[in-house]
């Protein structure tokens, strides 16, 4: 049996002085394909598919039907209990092998308060079948050339799969073609739903590319199919239509057309409210965000006196929720159709304490070194790439009595906080929060305390005396 999941679908065991590396372990109740090495000597072995005479008694029958097709979702025939356990144990060995710390102080993940239909925002892709009809559905394990068409999505909502079918639908009987990302020819490229958890509202996106010579009559078929849609919900408050003229595969878009309702929707989080946009980043689990962010407000411990910097901030969530209990908030993003989301946030929510800077990270810590009132705390939100070390040298430079790092990736966290805490600060808490059940993903909230030190100790990155 593995001792723990790598990845995805694989798991990692251990026997004598071999290495284990278990592909296909979650997806695959028959085979499993195993590769091995010795952990001294460096000897590999081919892998091979093994046959499972005894899969594990913890497998359970997958909800969805696309299961094992589909690229995601892949712990879903885990128990949810279990599911939490190997998440823990990830965060705890990149923290010991990668981070450097021997006894990591890791908290139980918090579980998500749902884990079927908790995503508030789903991306769906459209394509052919192999006889030339058109798909719209989710992309197979490991081919994004390919698209089977969507029965029933058990992430979002059962009226995410309502909308998916009269679009797959109306689009075919206007005859739009899909896109071809390997010709770049045809029109329908992904259909995004966005759905406030907490508020009910919808939005709907069709990402296409330009009409050309159909344009007009494309764009007019659209317009007639969203005031269809709309009508029969009436929680769609937002019918969109992106356009991404060039070749990357995003579903993204610098054209905006509202083919029904407003430009955006409304979520709220903790008491606070905050308008979605077709291309904004907000937090995919809206309920189980506001446990994350309780999370960061918790182990930020703000006070009046506290001078807070929001790094990566995004539309404004953290800031605004931290500009409650801080005297002053200042977020730093450098997409600036985000920073013009946080400062509309801001304003509805009625925050006059929290200001909004369109810049990258590591030049806004640079102009900040020379500010008469430094942080106190600064809160980090960056990407899974996590933070590059021009960033820490600059967050160290500030030194600030307390630093809060929420991550979605385990293995950059460690790698971050290895580098912070052979300088000023360190480890005191790790808390896991489940933003994405069924999958191997897991984010953490980590709080750093400054440690007492020398004057030079940030500058020459000599590890503190502890």
């Given at each position: 049996m593995?001792?723990?999941?790598?990845s995805?679908?694989?798991?990692a065991?251990?026997?004598v002085?071999w290495?284990?590396?278990c592909?296909?372990t979650?997806?695959?109740p028959?085979?499993s394909?195993?590769?091995?090495?010795k952990?001294?000597?460096?000897?590999?072995?081919?892998g091979g598919p093994?046959?499972?005479?005894?899969?594990s008694?913890?497998?359970?029958?997958?909800?969805c039907?696309?299961?094992g097709?589909?690229?995601?979702c892949?712990?879903?025939?885990?128990?949810?209990?279990?599911?939490?356990?190997?998440?823990?144990?990830q965060?705890?060995e990149a923290?010991r092998?990668?981070g450097g710390?021997?006894?990591?102080?890791?908290?139980?993940p918090?579980?998500?308060?749902?884990?079927f239909?908790y995503?508030?925002?789903?991306e769906?892709?459209f394509?052919?079948?192999?006889?030339?009809?058109?798909?719209?559905?989710?992309h197979?394990?490991?081919?994004?050339?390919?698209?089977?068409?969507?029965k029933?999505c058990?992430?979002?909502s059962?009226?995410?799969?309502?909308i998916v079918?009269?679009v797959?639908?109306?689009?075919?009987e206007a005859?739009l073609?899909?896109?071809?990302?390997?010709?770049?020819t045809g029109?329908?490229?992904?259909l995004?739903i966005?759905?406030g958890?907490?508020t009910g509202?919808?939005m709907?996106?069709?990402v296409?590319a330009h009409g050309?010579?159909?344009?007009?009559?494309?764009s007019e078929?659209l317009?007639?199919?969203?005031?269809?849609?709309?009508?029969?919900?009436?929680?769609i408050?937002?019918?969109?239509r992106?356009v991404?003229?060039?070749?990357?595969t995003i579903?993204?878009?610098?054209?905006?057309?509202?083919?029904y309702?407003?430009?955006?929707?409304?979520?709220?989080?903790?008491?606070?409210t905050?308008?979605?946009?077709?291309?904004s980043?907000?937090q995919t689990?809206?309920?189980?965000?506001?446990?994350?962010?309780?999370?960061?407000l918790?182990?930020?411990?703000?006070t009046?006196?506290?001078?807070?910097?929001d790094?990566?901030s995004?539309?404004?969530?953290?800031?605004i929720?931290a500009?409650?209990t801080a005297g002053?908030v200042?977020?730093?993003?450098?997409?600036?159709?985000?920073?013009?989301?946080?400062e509309?946030?801001?304003?509805?929510?009625?925050?006059?304490?929290?200001?909004f800077l369109?810049?990258?990270?590591?030049?806004?810590l640079?102009?900040?070194?020379?500010d008469r009132?430094?942080?106190t705390?600064?809160?980090?939100?960056?990407?899974?790439?996590?933070?590059n070390s021009?960033?820490?040298?600059?967050?160290?430079?500030?030194?600030?009595?307390?630093?809060?790092y929420?991550?979605?990736n385990?293995?950059?966290?460690a790698r971050?906080?290895?580098?912070?805490?052979?300088?000023?600060?360190?480890?005191?808490?790790v808390?896991p929060v489940d933003?994405f059940?069924h999958?191997?993903?897991?984010e953490c909230?980590a709080?750093l305390?400054e440690v007492?030190?020398g004057p030079d100790?940030?500058?020459?990155g000599e590890?503190?005396a502890?």
């Amino acid at each position: 049996m593995c001792g723990s999941m790598t990845s995805p679908s694989a798991g990692a065991a251990w026997v004598v002085s071999w290495d284990l590396l278990c592909s296909r372990t979650l997806l695959c109740p028959a085979t499993s394909r195993v590769s091995a090495w010795k952990r001294c000597g460096g000897i590999t072995p081919k892998g091979g598919p093994w046959p499972s005479s005894s899969p594990s008694p913890d497998r359970v029958d997958a909800r969805c039907e696309h299961f094992g097709l589909c690229g995601g979702c892949r712990w879903q025939n885990l128990p949810y209990p279990l599911q939490l356990s190997y998440k823990r144990r990830q965060v705890v060995e990149a923290l010991r092998r990668l981070g450097g710390q021997p006894d990591p102080p890791v908290a139980e993940p918090l579980a998500s308060p749902d884990p079927f239909y908790y995503r508030n925002k789903m991306e769906f892709s459209f394509g052919c079948d192999p006889e030339g009809h058109l798909t719209l559905g989710l992309h197979p394990a490991a081919s994004y050339l390919q698209v089977f068409d969507l029965k029933a999505c058990h992430l979002q909502s059962e009226l995410s799969n309502s909308i998916v079918a009269l679009v797959r639908a109306a689009c075919a009987e206007a005859g739009l073609p899909p896109y071809d990302v390997r010709e770049h020819t045809g029109f329908l490229r992904y259909l995004t739903i966005r759905e406030g958890k907490l508020t009910g509202e919808v939005m709907v996106s069709l990402v296409t590319a330009h009409g050309g010579a159909r344009e007009a009559v494309w764009s007019e078929a659209l317009r007639a199919m969203a005031a269809t849609i709309a009508a029969s919900h009436p929680s769609i408050r937002s019918f969109l239509r992106v356009v991404n003229a060039t070749r990357s595969t995003i579903a993204f878009g610098d054209l905006e057309e509202v083919l029904y309702g407003e430009p955006k929707i409304r979520e709220t989080l903790l008491g606070r409210t905050f308008e979605i946009t077709a291309n904004s980043f907000f937090q995919t689990n809206s309920r189980q965000a506001e446990h994350l962010y309780g999370t960061v407000l918790e182990m930020a411990a703000l006070t009046r006196e506290d001078r807070v910097l929001d790094l990566y901030s995004g539309t404004g969530a953290i800031s605004i929720l931290a500009a409650a209990t801080a005297g002053e908030v200042r977020g730093v993003e450098s997409l600036a159709e985000s920073v013009r989301n946080a400062e509309r946030n801001a304003a509805l929510n009625g925050i006059r304490n929290a200001y909004f800077l369109c810049a990258e990270a590591k030049k806004a810590l640079a102009a900040l070194a020379a500010d008469r009132q430094p942080p106190t705390v600064i809160i980090a939100n960056p990407p899974r790439a996590g933070l590059n070390s021009a960033v820490i040298r600059g967050m160290m430079r500030l030194r600030p009595r307390r630093i809060i790092y929420v991550s979605c990736n385990p293995a950059t966290l460690a790698r971050d906080l290895k580098e912070m805490c052979e300088r000023q600060f360190r480890l005191a808490a790790v808390q896991p929060v489940d933003m994405f059940p069924h999958t191997w993903h897991i984010e953490c909230v980590a709080r750093l305390d400054e440690v007492a030190t020398g004057p030079d100790t940030a500058e020459t990155g000599e590890k503190p005396a502890l």
